[in-house]
């Protein structure tokens, strides 16, 4: 497995920390797709946005239909998360 270098959470100031604090509160915790771009916080924030814009914002599919496909997708691609 690669490895790649992150500021943990506890070191992170700025930009960074306030996208890994909104992380926790998303998901409870910081999940290995969001604290390998900790190293560019400004790529982060917008990664997060467009994450939010496809499953939040209206869209001709359901909520659960978006979930779906990302999860077909992450598991063809053989996608741990």
Known sequence: ???IEQIPHEKATGLLKRELDKAVQ???RIWGIV??????PGAMKASMELYGALLHRP????RAQ?????TVVAVELHCPY
Do not use: H
């Not at 869209?59 to 359901?62: D, W």
């Open 1 to 3: 497995m690669p490895w």
């Open 26 to 28: 998303r998901a409870g």
């Open 35 to 40: 604290g390998i771009m900790s190293l560019n």
């Open 59 to 62: 869209s001709p599919l359901t």
């Open 66 to 70: 978006r979930e779906m496909l990302a």
